[in-house]
């Protein structure tokens, strides 16, 4: 079943302990990226790959890393957690980059951050 | 950078009746603008898109109206149904290679 996944699903941590929150599709696809959701803000972009080892900030990009070193995995690394990184996150990936490719979401991660 | 900015908020409507939800974008170059429905505790899913040399799409229910002058889109949903509640997000493209989303509008249909 063609799909992105997310692990884990729910996080609940504490304040500058590391954390990574990983994304696997198994689309071939090229472009994946990350996104929080909050009330009121929508989804906000926090990183965007291109390809293998091309990878760029987005919008919100502050306090976050990602690594492409495989086609299919994309993971978000929160080296030093704080309360504000709480929020609902989901990874997403197309088949190219560019214009008119859906994109594909995972389930979420919700982490919450004391 | 690309803004975008949906409304409204909140939409109640009775089942049976249209929808409308309007969004507004700031960069004159974006040529494509999808619309996603995210039920609730799922995840985004693409409903409909459009691009820019298109004025109007329309799939069954669900139609998106294209404005570049005013650069604003719409998506209209008509003969509402309970299944139809969630919130639904517009996009638009910017630099070719990523979106930027609007905030959201939580649909209701009440039955």
């Known amino acids: 079943e063609a799909q992105v996944t997310q692990n884990p699903r729910y996080l609940i941590t504490v304040t500058g302990k590391k954390l990574t929150v990983t994304c696997s599709q198994n689309m071939n696809h090229e472009y994946m990226s990350w996104y929080r959701q909050d009330p009121g803000l929508g989804l906000r972009q926090i990183y965007y790959s291109m390809n293998v080892e091309v990878t760029d900030k987005g919008d919100v990009p502050e306090g976050y890393k990602v690594s492409r070193k495989e086609k299919r995995n994309f993971p978000l690394i929160l080296e030093s957690p704080s309360p504000n990184q709480t929020s609902l996150y989901f990874c997403?990936?197309?088949?190219?980059?560019?214009?008119?490719?859906?994109?594909?979401f995972g389930p979420g991660t919700r982490l919450t951050v004391l | 950078g690309e803004n975008v900015e949906q409304h409204p908020s909140t939409l109640s409507v009775q089942e049976g009746d249209s929808a409308v939800i309007k969004c507004t974008y700031s960069d004159s170059a974006s040529n494509y603008f999808p619309w996603y429905k995210q039920e609730l505790g799922k995840r985004p899913q693409l409903i409909i898109d459009i691009r820019s040399n298109v004025g109007e799409k329309k799939d069954q229910r669900i139609a998106v109206t294209l404005n570049k002058t005013a650069k604003h889109f719409s998506l209209h949903i008509t003969e509402t149904q309970p299944e139809d509640s969630a919130v639904y997000f517009c996009a638009a493209e910017e630099y070719g290679n990523k979106l930027v989303f609007g905030a959201g509008t939580i649909l209701r249909v009440k039955s």
């Open positions: 997403a990936s197309s088949l190219r980059v560019g214009l008119y490719n859906e994109q594909f």
